[in-house]
């Protein structure tokens, strides 16, 4: 945390100092301290349940459904405390004392709002039955407002104090998939109070399995997703193994393709399949001899004919992933070109498939950047020139667009299996050094000077 | 021929109309509380079975609809007014609904099990049934409704209502596949254990949330079973995604040249089934097929295939060289280190000369040895049965020293099972469905 600026670290501090005058300005208001001593002890179980990476956005804080059953239950300034003992007691995840601090006291202050809302609203729901319906839905919702809205501005403004992103860019990204499920959820924390008090804690206890249940299952499923990754990239290194000029090119025609598609601004699902099917656009050349391959010089006709059939071969070994249809197109049609001299069909301009275009200039960037057999690795530069020459003849301009100002913002890495989710701005400028194998010491790779067109990989 | 009877659309009408008929029988003269109340449960149960997953290992589940079925089977009052659904009325409204359900799936084309539902209509009963049961006996004073002691009770009814659920459930699938009981008791325990807490939880707060909140209980106790229900959606198209990827994956030997068309699949079948008839569990099985799926990825790193593929002709310090280099690529995914383990030693025999079986050698390796050159041995003549007698013939003078007896025997009783029911091996699904 010695990263942080100074305007960050006095932001930290005054948000601290508010949560510790809350909590103690609460503190000798608590009502029902046993109560409040049992949730907390249920807030602090349930942040200790391993946290999930939550790009999924119904993985729920469970602690908000704790925190907000603390105010009705014990009122305003039990939420104070029961929101934040998870925050602060939550050790397992070696978060630094900073940062726990921090979110004790945001949550803390969040919790102070919510039961003084709910407080305003008259709204004591002691011993709920039916005839308390109607009437308790508005104070639900209010009460989930204001816990929700006073987290929010307060993380935001330690998000816009330490990431390099817009205050609003994040507000828009955080806002809608956060804010909706958690009305829904504000019920469940009534129901839990309901059941605490009626029933006693074991039934509200119950309330949290299904909860947990989801947490977990996500948390498989993201490690499930994490284990398919790494898989597919381990296979496709060893296909790799055949022709050693072509090792992390996959990977890097997958990294390529994600840029662009960000740049286009496509669905996330949408990127992701692209993602696979870079990673897996060459895998039918495992159908065409290494020899030919590696061929330096003029490749016979049957020869050549062994390459061109590689893209129908991938298409074969991967027809039945169900998850890659869309993706299977860009593998079949990655060798097109846009004035239709390309192969398997010849297609032209625009009947050429979203995602084949997108790959064709991922693959023919990586390509001319990579050192190869006959020739060595051309410069970024260059490789750049040479896409905006062929746009249009070969390239689909608004990819060749796409992947040029994404290179010039982002820069060109070895883009690993692990992609970030957001475009880091973290990246080397645009000239940094290149991918290729080209460890022999050659400071700047020559630029070869005879490109009538760019040859892509093959 | 029954399965196609058993599916067809008029059966679910007629279960559905004799459900109805029970359900009009019932409810009339039960006053107009009991009539509402069971559209409403009925409405929810049909929703959640028009909405049910597939989870892995082929498992059809109805997490919402079962739910509903459960809270109604426990309900006590809805409110304020005292609402109790005999155990007769709960099984009409849930054959009822769970039937209309899958007629309107059988008509989209899509086919329901009737096992499954047959054995979620019973189980819900008698944990119905035990619930009434204990009511009577138990003292819960003038205000039974809200009384606390409601909860064990509904406790011990989910526990016969789950318990009930897990030994058809098992039987079921020793039954058709083959695994035995108590292998199939553990799979099912373990693939349903998470989502039936999740599910018997929200079945007993919908019974006792009705009492404190009314009718506004059930959208709010649906809410989270729904997130619950599509994170295990992700899960499980992830999981048959990985599967599926793995088996197109394997064809890059084959494509290559290194081995002949289909091997990968073929051994995988065989060594599924094997590994099933020896009573491996579920886990183990899923490595097992990816461990067969893979086995020969270690052929990658020759420079030249080997001839016809086969590494049975291949020195042993060779082929265990190439079953190394299988298990390096496998290990490098930093995942399945389980199955590059078995990779690694499906070259190993199983006993060395004058030494003891070697304990550490995976049962998984011992069946991946034995499928694979038996279908290296009957890749000459697959059709002929002289072949196939004399490839199990080989296996067997190789037992006790190249294979496991027990592995050889398991697999000469799935070879002629096959056999016998005119499907060749190939056509044996390693699992009924992606898992």
Sequence with gaps: ?458 | MIARVREHPVVWAGFGLAAAGLVIMLVRGAGPDQLAVGCAFGALIFVGELARITLPGDREVSPISLAAAIGYGLLFAMGTTDVSPPVLLVVAVQGLAVSAAALLHRLAGRSSNIDVLGRQLLAVAAGAAAFHWLIARANLGPHPAKSGALVPLMVAAVAVTGALDLMIASADRAIHSGTPLRAAVRDEAQAIASLGSAVAATGMLIALASNLMGWYALPVLILPLLTTQFSFRRYAQIRSTYRQTIRALSKITEVGGYVQDGHSIRVSGLAVATGREVGLTETELLDLEYAALMHDIGQLSLAEPIPRGSTLTVPPAERKRIAAMGAEIIRSSGTLGTVAVIVERQSDPYRRNRRPADDTLPVASRIIKAASAYDDLVSVAPEDARCRADALERLRLGMAYEYDPRVVEALARVVSRTVSSGLPVTALPPLRRPI
């Excluded at chain 1, 509200?204 to 948390?219: D, G, K, Q």
């Excluded at chain 1, 890097?252 to 996330?268: E, H, T, Y």
């Design chain 1, 1 to 458: 945390m010695t990263a942080l600026s100074r305007a960050a670290r006095t932001y930290v501090c005054a948000v601290v100092a508010a949560g510790l005058v809350v909590g103690g300005f609460a503190l000798p208001r608590v009502h029902g301290a046993w109560t409040l001593l049992g949730l907390c002890a249920v807030a602090v179980a349930c942040s200790s349940l391993s946290d999930v990476d939550s790009d999924v956005s119904l993985a729920v804080s469970l602690g908000f459904v704790v925190a907000i059953a603390a105010v009705f239950v014990t009122g305003a300034s039990g939420g104070v405390f029961a929101a934040a003992a998870g925050a602060l007691l939550y050790t397992s995840g070696g978060q630094p004392l900073v940062k726990r601090a921090f979110n004790a006291a945001q949550y803390a202050i969040s919790g102070g709002a919510a039961g003084l809302v709910y407080v305003w609203l008259d709204g004591p729901v002691k011993h709920l039955d039916q005839s308390d319906f109607p009437r308790v839905i508005p104070v639900v919702v209010a009460v989930v407002v204001a816990y929700s809205l006073v987290n929010h501005l307060l993380v935001l403004g330690i998000v816009c104090l330490t990431q390099p992103w817009s205050g609003r860019a994040m507000w828009k990204k955080a806002i809608p998939w956060t804010s909706s499920p958690y009305f829904a959820y504000g019920f469940l924390s009534l129901l839990m109070a309901a059941l605490w008090e009626n029933f006693g804690p074991a039934t509200a206890i119950l309330l949290l399995i299904p909860l947990v249940v989801t947490r977990t299952t996500f948390a498989n499923f993201i490690d499930q997703r994490r284990a398919y990754d790494a898989t597919v990239a381990a296979l496709i290194q060893a296909v790799e193994t055949k022709d050693h000029y072509t090792r992390g090119h996959s990977e890097r025609v997958a990294g390529g393709s994600v840029l662009i598609a960000r740049q286009l601004g496509l669905r996330d699902d949408k990127v992701q399949a692209l993602r696979y099917a870079g990673m897996l656009h060459d895998v039918g050349k495992m159908g065409v001899p290494t020899r030919v391959l590696q061929k330096q010089g003029r490749l016979t006709v049957p020869e050549a004919d062994a390459v061109r059939s590689h893209p129908a071969r991938g298409l074969e070994m991967l027809g039945d992933i169900e998850f890659l249809q869309e993706a299977l197109s860009g593998i079949y049609h990655h060798h097109e070109r846009m004035d239709g001299k390309g192969y398997p069909l010849g297609l032209k301009g625009m009947a050429i498939p979203e995602f084949a275009r997108v790959i064709m200039v991922a693959d023919a960037f990586d390509s001319m950047t990579s050192n190869r057999s006959y020739r060595p690795a051309m410069s970024i530069e260059s490789a750049m020139d040479e896409l905006v020459a062929c746009a249009g003849v070969q390239f689909d301009p608004a990819m060749v667009e796409a992947m040029t100002n994404a290179l010039r913002t982002y820069g060109w890495q070895v883009q690993g299996a692990d992609q970030p989710r957001l475009p880091l701005p973290a990246a080397p400028p645009a000239s940094a050094d290149l991918t290729s194998p080209s460890s022999d010491g050659v400071p700047a790779p020559r630029k070869v000077s005879a490109y009538s067109s760019v040859e892509t990989e093959s």
